[in-house]
T-cell receptor
Framework: KNEVEQSPQNLTAQEGEFITINCSYSVGISALHWLQQHPGGGIVSLFMLSSGKKKHGRLIATINIQEKHSSLHITASHPRDSAVYICAVRRKRNNDMRFGAGTRLTVKP | GAVVSQHPSWVICKSGTSVKIECRSLDFQATTMFWYRQFPKQSLMLMATSNEGSKATYEQGVEKDKFLINHASLTLSTLTVTSAHPEDSSFYIC?????????????????FGPGTRLTVL
C-alpha cells in the first residue's frame, strides 16, 4: 500500500467550479507539500504545511495531523489550473519525501 | 523566491552514450540535493540524495555506477547517466533543500527544478 494516497485520480471540472483534492498518508511526517506539475513536466511548489491552513490567491491547503489528511482547494477554477497536483510528505523517520500518484485536473472553459 | 534550474531541459542521445544533467540552486545554498525520476503517468521516484562534499546515497534498485552523482559545491549537483539505454528514457527532476529556518520549530524548504526529459534512441 502506498504511504501517500490521493483522490481523485482524475478530475474534470467546468470553469468557475470549486475543486477539492484529497491526500491521506500513513506515516509520521514533519511536513506536507502540494506540488503542481504542468504538461511540460515542470514542478511548482504550491504549499508546504505542517499544521493548519494556508491560502495563496485562489488556492487553499489544509492539513489535519491527527487524521493524517490534507486537502487542496481551488476556488473559481480556471482552465489554466489544468495540471497534475501531487501531494508529497516528508517522513519524520528518515526525513525523506514520499509522493502521491497525483491528481490530473482538467478545467474546461 | 528560491529557484532551482536544470540544464539541459531536454536531451536526445544515442544508446551507449553518457549524458550529464546539471542542477543549480540559483539564490540559495543547498547542502542537500535530491534526484528523482518520473516515468509517464507515474509519480516521482527518488533515485538518490546527495550532500555537498560527500558521496550520494542511492535508493534501493538504483545503480550507482550507472547514475553518477556529483555534488561538488553548495549550488551545483550533476547527474550523469552512463551508457544510456532506451529504458533510461525518463523525466529527471532535481530538488534542492535549503537551510532550515527557525520559527516555532525548524522546517526545511525544498524546491524543485523544472526537470530534464531524456530520450535515448
Amino acid at each position: 500500500k502506498n504511504e501517500v494516497e490521493q483522490s481523485p485520480q482524475n478530475l474534470t471540472a467546468q470553469e468557475g467550479e470549486f475543486i477539492t483534492i484529497n491526500c491521506s498518508y500513513s506515516v509520521g511526517i514533519s511536513a506536507l507539500h502540494w506540488l503542481q506539475q504542468h504538461p511540460g513536466g515542470g514542478i511548482v511548489s504550491l504549499f508546504m504545511l505542517s499544521s493548519g491552513k494556508k491560502k495563496h490567491g485562489r488556492l487553499i491547503a489544509t492539513i489535519n495531523i491527527q487524521e493524517k489528511h490534507s486537502s487542496l482547494h481551488i476556488t473559481a477554477s480556471h482552465p489554466r489550473d489544468s495540471a497534475v497536483y501531487i501531494c508529497a510528505v516528508r517522513r519524520k523517520r528518515n526525513n525523506d519525501m514520499r509522493f502521491g500518484a497525483g491528481t490530473r485536473l482538467t478545467v474546461k472553459p | 523566491g528560491a529557484v532551482v534550474s536544470q540544464h539541459p531541459s531536454w536531451v536526445i542521445c544515442k544508446s551507449g552514450t553518457s549524458v550529464k544533467i546539471e542542477c543549480r540552486s540559483l539564490d540559495f545554498q543547498a547542502t542537500t540535493m535530491f534526484w528523482y525520476r518520473q516515468f509517464p503517468k507515474q509519480s516521482l521516484m527518488l533515485m538518490a540524495t546527495s550532500n555537498e562534499g560527500s558521496k550520494a546515497t542511492y535508493e534501493q534498485g538504483v545503480e550507482k555506477d550507472k547514475f553518477l552523482i556529483n555534488h561538488a559545491s553548495l549550488t551545483l549537483s550533476t547527474l550523469t547517466v552512463t551508457s544510456a539505454h532506451p529504458e533510461d528514457s525518463s523525466f529527471y527532476i532535481c530538488s534542492a533543500r535549503d537551510l532550515p529556518f527557525l520559527t516555532s520549530g525548524s522546517m526545511w524548504a525544498q524546491y524543485f527544478g523544472p526537470g530534464t526529459r531524456l530520450t535515448v534512441l
